[in-house]
């Protein structure tokens, strides 16, 4: 076969990858800061965050208990569900695997939703408990659990099958869909537009609380993810072969399916159910830096951080003043990207 | 000959047995292979051959037998340290992720602590798979996927000391007859340097070339062992095979298959078992 | 007890009110409190209204909406420079009514209305809000002589009807209104039975169900005009309080929404609650 040299694979170098997606955070940072239904002028944002000069206290508190929060939670949860989707993409080989295969975003929305439903009812007990953080703990719970529950069925002497997996996840997806439905039949009108809202997702409730319950957890799983880069890239050559190069296949998979729902429970818990990031910026980052996990996951990390926090923004902005959930905004802009990217790489 | 080799055999198979359900996979095998020695593996489709190299790679857990390599038994070796002086090819290997041709051969150092350019780049040399370095694994052809993989198997154990052990399933079978050629004239030098490889081939000339001995299998049953002209004989081959042939032994010395022509005027081909055969039995 | 809250309640706000403000802007998160307002002629106050509130029309229409009370915005309500943001204990996010306040924006959550005399009271609440007590004082005695006319009415007939109330809803389908609804109250207000009373709050309906329940009137409340399409409910146009004309399908804020409009609302479903028990055919 004749060698073809333009076959050559174009990527951007990893320095200047890295470079340029900082380059966007700290710009996506800055327009979140400074956008927003309320209007902030620069010199706010200067003497708001400058303990020493005296700033308005209205605009120090929409940009201290407000904006700053957002950010921060939108960078988590964007960074924590982009690198989730890695994970198990590269867990299972496959560049569709979202989050929502493994039954996380199932377990966590029919615990949410029960909490919205019955929470006054059968379940005040738990309410009662638990009090303002009923909803993201139950969420968190319903996610870890289902996702263990599959990760059971699939798990037998010693072996996880992906494939059983996969299986065990459309079917507990469907079980959970099922009790959601019921659910969402037995709500009245009130409950429903929470429990739609909160599937949406939204992170317009974000508090400095929140981040400290939720922060830790969606740290810990950005943190350990990179340990598994090696291993996930033996991963895309087979299981096999990543067990003849000398990783432990089921430590491998029980930790990446660990650390994904830990993060995307984490993450769902106190931003509802956001969509799209975790399943297009793998992708997009794949095009752009080549498969290999040492780039793909700190790269998916900054680039689902930067995704979220201007899809917030553009949130904010876009109906002011209301908002839109930014679950409806990741799916109204990277629903026709994607398609968009489908379309142009079939045309290459 | 045989070459000089260490007192202990670097793979030695015991009595190995697989059974699923109710069928018998492997039974009774035994076997060593020793460094220096490249040992082709041969018989017909579904003698278990695969399941032979998948067994001794650690992915299937024998249900009866002991297989030792250096001595030691499988299951007692650390991940990492066989992981070094082990490089397995399987049959097939993924190809979906866009990883270029480099990036495939750089995983082989899997583990180790860094990846040494001067290896990789000259296993790839070796290959003839250089120039395809930054080429996406999944635009490359089959032969050309295939180098690639043998090379990422190749600097798994490449700068390890001897002795290292190769198994290779079906490794040629996408490359034309130069490229196999190529890839087996790399593998008998590579016995010299420490190596002991054990090569699933349907190529029978392919074998006879330069396997220095041969494992026959049939039904999950290693049928004969032994030096290449000692086994490759046309007794074998229709117990084997159910193959009319000849063997010539060449003045390169070594032998040469020749399949006869079957009376119905089309070519032999080597026949599954249970094969409806209208032949008269010899 | 609804009442004593209702006093406090007011006793509260009364403290907090502003009184050398001319004109507080006032931000209505609730579609009948917005009613109430306008009738208080304190339109002008009004700077954003939630998406509940479309009535008037003329008025709500050009007001920017600040989304659903459940989920209202803090930054975008907080851009709007409000005093005060009036709204039903429905509203939510806890947090943002919490910031709202620690920005200084007084925030009253007026009680669910369950009754007609919660509603009566609320007008008076408002009133006292908007600094139009006098006005609201007029508002509430017409409503209050309205409600009398009614109870009169509906003293003289014999019987009790038995009504069914069905809910038109956006991508809800119809549901039926059960007991602990506005429309059980609206019911009871008029002295008659809900025969979905069994049910509690709204649920999705059975076309079957719908036909053993052998109404003496159906009164139909859809959120939008034309929501609720009769061609869809063969079974419900062929029961006879539907074939004689009991029936009645009007807007779900003019029937439900206990404001000022409470007293024609009654006035309506009254005009369609036969005199007399609809005679049962075919059973």
């Known amino acids: 076969m004749a060698v073809d040299s333009s076959a050559a694979v174009r990527r951007v170098p990893a320095p200047l990858g890295i470079l340029l997606l900082l380059a966007l955070l700290l710009l996506a940072g800055a327009v979140s800061v400074m956008t927003g239904a309320y209007p902030l002028q620069l010199s706010d944002i200067v003497a708001s965050l400058w303990p020493r000069v005296e700033a308005d206290p209205l605009a120090q508190m929409v940009l201290q208990d407000v904006r ?56 005040s007990g738990w309410t009662a408990f638990t009090g303002r953080w009923a909803l993201p703990l139950a969420a968190f719970m319903g996610g870890s659990l289902v996702t263990f529950l599959a990760w059971r069925i699939a798990h037998r002497q010693g072996q996880t099958s992906v494939a059983t997996l996969l299986l065990a996840g459309i079917a507990i997806n469907a079980i959970a869909g099922a009790g959601t439905g019921l659910l969402t039949f037995m709500a009245d009108d009130a409950q429903l537009r929470s429990l739609t809202f909160w599937s949406m997702g939204s992170l317009a409730q974000a508090t400095w609380s929140d981040i400290a319950v939720a922060g830790p957890w969606m740290l810990l799983a950005l943190v350990l993810a990179p340990l598994l880069a090696r291993p996930l890239d033996a991963f895309l050559l087979g299981e096999p072969v990543a067990g003849h190069l000398g990783y432990s296949v089921d430590w491998v998979k029980r930790a990446a399916i660990l650390l994904a729902a830990l993060g995307v429970g984490a993450a769902g818990a106190v931003t509802g159910l956001i969509g799209f990031v975790g399943l297009v910026v793998p992708h997009v980052m794949r095009q752009l830096f080549g498969a290999g996990h040492r780039m793909l996951l700190p790269a998916s990390a900054l680039a689902g951080g930067v995704l979220l926090v201007a899809a917030d923004a553009a949130a904010r902005v876009v109906v002011a003043p209301a908002e839109l ?8 802009v990277g629903g026709p990207f994607f398609l968009g990217l489908l379309l142009r790489n079939r045309m290459v | 000959m045989m070459p000089q080799s260490p007192p202990l055999p670097l793979l030695s198979i015991r009595e190995l047995g697989i059974t699923v359900g109710q069928r018998s996979l492997l039974s009774s095998l035994t076997a060593d292979l020793w460094c220096g020695e490249l040992v082709g593996l041969l018989g017909p489709n579904g003698a278990g051959k695969s399941t032979l190299i998948r067994c001794l790679a650690g992915e299937l857990s024998p249900t009866s037998g002991d297989i030792e390599v250096q001595g030691r038994a499988l299951k007692a070796w650390p991940r990492k340290a066989l992981a070094q002086c082990r490089g397995v090819m399987p049959q097939k290997a993924e190809t979906s992720f866009p990883f270029t041709a480099r990036e ?34 999944g635009t490359l052809s089959g032969g050309e996927q295939q180098r690639v993989q043998l090379a990422r198997v190749l600097v798994q154990v490449w700068d390890t000391p001897p002795p290292r052990l190769l198994l290779l399933d079906e490794c040629t079978s996408a490359l034309d007859p130069a490229q196999q050629q190529l890839v087996f004239s790399l593998l008998a030098e590579l016995t010299a340097e420490g190596y002991g490889i054990l090569a699933a081939v349907h190529d029978l000339n392919l074998a006879a070339q330069y396997a220095d001995r041969l494992w026959l299998m049939a039904e999950g049953q290693l ?29 390169e010395g070594y032998p040469l298959v020749v399949p006869s022509r079957q009376p119905n005027g089309g070519h032999t081909v080597a026949r599954l078992k249970g094969d409806a055969d209208p032949r008269p039995a010899v | 007890m609804r009442l004593g809250g209702w006093v406090v309640m007011l006793a509260c706000l009364l403290g907090q009110a502003n009184a050398n403000e001319a004109m507080p802007r006032i931000i209505s998160a609730d579609g009948a409190i917005t009613e109430i307002i306008v009738a208080l002629s304190a339109q002008q106050s009004l700077v954003a209204v939630d998406t509940t509130s479309r009535y008037p029309e003329d008025v709500t229409g050009p007001l920017p909406k ?165 061609a869809d409910w063969p079974l419900l146009t062929r029961l006879p309080a539907w074939q004689q004309g009991h029936r009645l399908v009007a807007d779900s804020m003019f029937l439900l929404g206990f404001g000022p409009r409470l007293g024609e609302a009654l006035l309506a479903v009254h005009d369609v609650l036969p005199g007399k028990q609809v005679s049962v055919r075919g059973r």
């Open chain 1, 325 to 332: 959930p930014i679950g409806l905004v990741m799916a109204l």
């Open chain 1, 68 to 123: 700053l929060p957002r950010l921060i939670l939108g960078l988590l949860a964007g960074a924590v569900l982009a690198v989730s989707g890695a994970l198990l993409q590269g867990l299972f080989r496959n560049p569709l695997a979202d989050p929502g295969l493994i039954g996380v975003s199932a377990g966590a929305g029919l615990a949410a939703v029960a909490v919205i439903v019955l929470g006054s009812t059968v379940l």
């Open chain 2, 223 to 251: 049928c004969d062992h032994g030096y290449t002209k000692d086994v490759l004989t046309p007794a074998n081959l229709q117990k084997i095979y159910q193959l009319d042939a000849r063997v010539m032994t060449l003045a």
């Open chain 3, 66 to 230: 600040v989304g659903y009370l459940r989920a209202l915005p803090f930054e975008g309500m907080l851009s709007l420079r409000p005093d005060w943001l009036i709204t039903s204990e429905e509203a939510g996010p806890e947090i943002t009514l919490q910031r709202l306040q620690q920005a200084g924006v007084k925030v009253a959550r007026l009680p669910v209305v369950d009754s007609v005399t919660a509603a009566v009271a609320r007008i008076r609440v408002l009133g006292s809000l908007t600094d139009r007590e006098p006005q609201a004082e007029q508002l509430a005695l017409q409503l209050e002589s309205k409600l009398a006319l009614v109870q009169q009415v509906s003293a003289q007939r014999d019987y009790r009807p038995r009504v069914l109330f069905l809910l038109a809803e956006g991508n809800h389908g119809v549901m039926l209104a059960g007991r602990e609804t506005t429309a059980d109250a609206l019911l009871s207000a008029l002295g008659a039975d809900n025969v979905m009373a069994e049910v509690e709050g709204y649920k999705p309906v059975s076309q079957e169900a719908l036909l053993a329940s052998r109404p003496d009137a159906i009164i139909i409340a859809e959120t939008r005009a034309g929501q609720f399409r009769p």
């Open chain 2, 104 to 137: 495939v051969v750089a995983l082989g150092f899997g583990q180790q602590a860094r990846s040494r350019q001067a290896t990789l780049d000259k296993v790839m040399a070796r290959l003839q798979v250089e120039h395809l370095a930054d080429r996406l694994i």
